[in-house]
């Protein structure tokens, strides 16, 4: 046995992160894993979205002007950035399990920085909705839905995906180092969950929308991110329109990060 | 700097406000090398307070603490490598398993992955889990998973171990299985500092005790010297005869008896 005291020797600042970021994320993996329900959930939930919301509208839709003349094209983008969307906002929910149990604290008494335990987090949610945005992909085509810009394009409508899933992230990390009881969590993200779905384009087109509802959508950062993926699957690449997505996305996860880091500084000191 | 002559805990004039209450009021007292060392008193008393500013998670008001000769307030990260913790509250992952628990640890200690199994296999022999080391942590006994806890809080080699409650609601069987465990750690060279509500074991357990009282140390000494001082047949009458109360009825959790 190694002598009291003597066990550790100070690493430098990326092998710390690296090692640091290897358990978390393992963690979080892990704990996926031993609950298989959920996993089965994960998995199957984006089907649910493309053969259900795709089917049921797709008939109604086919009176009316669909962008790229097939619902299932159109719902596509949809289908990947409510994926993401819900994924990411129920994402901060088990850092409030870490502080309901104590493990949280206890992880903070570690020499690990702090600030890992939720970029941990980030990292896990980015792999994991971008994981079942491929399952959507791979399933829309084998339904004949073929991406305007290519493999290119389908790395792009992941980008632009994580992209805007990093701010829901942070808003929902916010959310769980502002609330008490995991109670309370539940009840905020669902009630929050289908008014932005359905107020943002991921169903129906703008132009086919009540006015204020429209003027609603069109402050939905939701609805940035499915018309970018949408002109990337239907249209083709259009860098202008794509670029200013991007800046309004960057723009939405700074807002939403300096939120959540308010509600940190509360929670992790 | 921390030389070897620095006593394992060095604890001065500490107080911390929370808001207008004052949880530590001038708390001093020293934790010798290698010794278990039992902080004892009510609730309320401070005890959880002064564990936590030991372990960097609470800055003082004022005062100083140092642990391992390293003060808390300047070098906290330097502080945490050198500690250990097992909170009151139960914190393994009920998910993982227990050899899991113990790797994620060693991760968030910064050993590498390999160093991480070959402690945890050490760790988890040494509190004689090995058998139970590929079981998710919810399928372990009471008393074994806090033997878990406490692997999981050794991964650093800690010079000092910090302990709060550790065998509140286990059976007496599990207890004493703890002990011998715990003794065993302060012999490979660990100091300990546990608080506890059961004066059996602040006696059996403890080389010293100090008991805390409304934010002060009202006594300090070694067992049967505290006693024989106060003229007391008991530590619990030592308890009364330093605090003016006795000991505050267990918690509730001390009801239920986990096998």
């Not at chain 1, 289908?79 to 969307?85: K, R, S």
């Not at chain 2, 391992?68 to 502080?79: H, I, K, S």
């Not at chain 2, 945890?120 to 889990?129: I, P, Q, S, T, W």
């Not at chain 2, 002990?179 to 059961?198: C, K, P, Q």
Request: hydrophobic share 50%.
């Amino acid at each position: 046995m190694t002598a009291a005291g003597l066990g550790i020797q100070p690493v430098t600042v990326w092998t710390g992160l690296w090692r640091e970021h290897r358990v978390l994320f393992g963690r979080w993996l892990a704990r996926l894993r031993r609950e298989p329900l959920a996993l089965l959930a994960l998995l199957v939930q984006p089907m649910v979205w493309l053969l259900l919301f795709g089917h049921l509208f797709g008939q109604m839709a086919a009176t009316a002007q669909v962008p790229g003349g097939s619902y299932l094209r159109f719902m596509t983008a949809g289908a990947v950035v409510m994926t993401t969307f819900n994924g990411c906002l129920m994402g901060g929910v088990e850092l409030l399990f870490d502080r309901e149990s104590g493990f949280l604290i206890r992880m903070l008494a570690a020499p690990a920085r702090r600030v890992s335990i939720v970029t941990s987090r980030f990292i896990y949610l980015a792999a994991l909705t971008t994981a079942q945005g491929l399952i959507i992909t791979a399933a829309a085509w084998i339904m004949g839905v073929r991406y305007a810009t290519g493999l290119a394009g389908i790395a792009a409508c992941l980008a632009i995906g994580a992209l805007f899933g990093a701010g829901i992230t942070a808003l929902s990390v916010g959310l769980a180092f502002s609330l008490r009881t995991h109670s309370q969590f539940f009840p905020i993200t669902g009630f929050a969950s289908l008014p932005l779905t359905f107020a943002s384009s991921a169903l129906v087109p703008l132009a086919l929308m009540p006015g204020w509802l429209r003027a609603v959508a069109r402050l939905n950062p939701m609805t940035y991110a499915i018309d970018a993926l949408r002109t990337l699957i239907l249209t083709g690449w259009q860098a202008g329109p794509l670029l200013g997505t991007v800046a309004a996305l960057v723009a939405f996860d700074v807002i939403c990060l300096t939120a959540a880091t308010l509600a940190l500084r509360r929670g992790l000191r | 700097m921390s030389s070897s002559a620095d006593p394992a805990v060095q604890v001065k004039d500490l107080t911390r406000d929370f808001g207008s209450t004052r949880a530590l009021d001038g708390a001093s007292f020293e934790v010798g090398k290698s010794e278990i060392f039992g902080l004892l008193g009510p609730n309320g008393a401070g005890k959880t307070t002064t564990m936590r500013i030991l372990l960097t998670l609470l800055r003082p008001t004022s005062g100083t603490a140092r642990v391992a000769g390293l003060d808390v307030t300047a070098e906290p990260v330097a502080v945490r490598r050198q500690v250990g913790w097992v909170p009151q509250d139960r914190t393994v992952d009920p998910l993982l398993t227990a050899a899991e628990n113990v790797t994620f640890m060693a991760g968030m200690y910064h050993l590498s992955p390999r160093e991480g199994r070959r402690r945890a296999a050490e760790l988890l022999a040494m509190a004689d889990l090995s058998e139970h080391a590929r079981r998710p942590a919810r399928d372990l006994s009471g008393g074994m998973r806090r033997k878990l806890e406490l692997a999981m809080s050794l991964v650093n080699v800690p010079a000092v171990l910090f302990l709060d409650e550790p065998t509140l609601g286990l059976d007496i069987s599990a207890r004493r299985n703890l002990w011998a465990y715990v003794r065993e750690i302060r012999d490979s060279g660990t100091t300990i500092m546990l608080t506890t509500h059961y004066l059996e074991e602040a006696d059996m357990l403890c080389d010293r005790v100090a008991i805390i009282d409304r934010g002060r140390i009202q006594a300090t000494g070694v067992p049967a010297e505290l006693k024989e001082r106060l003229a007391c047949a008991t530590l619990d009458d030592v308890f009364l005869a330093a605090t003016g109360q006795q000991l505050a009825e267990q918690p509730a959790a001390d009801q239920l008896v986990t096998s």
